[in-house]
């Protein structure tokens, strides 16, 4: 039950019947002489300062609540995936630099779609959405198998094609089986820019574009 909250100025304008029942709604005893009109009074007064310090120092610890809250959820919240797709039918998720599972396909009739992690099977299905569905499930819930991390991990050809696909996500740009393109100004049509790629460990840019400090070599 809410109640007026009165000030001194006020209540001093009542009369003693009036501050008594005032004093029982807030359920206010006093002390010292309850035949003068100031003893009602600061009694009154003193029970409201009290009932609003409770209110202040509830409503802090409900900030201070859903601060601790909100700041374990940013601890916890996973990093978002990029996938890279190295062909048709091989498909690697790496959170940041480090790949947390890989899909590929094989020849069984059924369910060739095969979630990877640490080189085992984890999870197979008959589609790649349905194998991608249950990473990107288990690594939100964490209940995604660990990936086993190397003493000290190589960059990796795949790593470098994840940071590649990355950049071209920044500038707009698409990664298609033969190449790299974007969309022209003038028709909206798709332009090739050049083609990224690998020969003998030699990372090579066609001329064209610039991408992440990736140049021709």
Known sequence: MTHPNYTQQALSRYNLPRLKRIAAELGVTPTGDKRAID??????IAHQSTQLQK?????LA???LDGYIADQAQAIAPEPLTIVEISFDHHEYYAGNQM??????DDNLTQPWVVM???KEVFR????MRCDRFICTHYKDGTLPVQEKEATPPTTENQIMAHIFNECQNYGFEILDDGIYTHDTEDGKLRKLGEVGCTDGNWW?????????????
């Open 55 to 59: 209110v202040d120092n509830q409503a």
């Open 62 to 64: 409900q900030t201070e």
């Open 117 to 119: 992690v640490n080189g």
């Open 39 to 44: 003893t009602w009074v600061n009694a009154i």
């Open 205 to 217: 840019l066609k001329e064209g574009c610039s991408l992440g400090g990736y140049k021709k070599g």
């Open 100 to 105: 947390i599972a890989s899909i590929t396909h």
């Open 125 to 128: 299905a008959n589609t790649l």
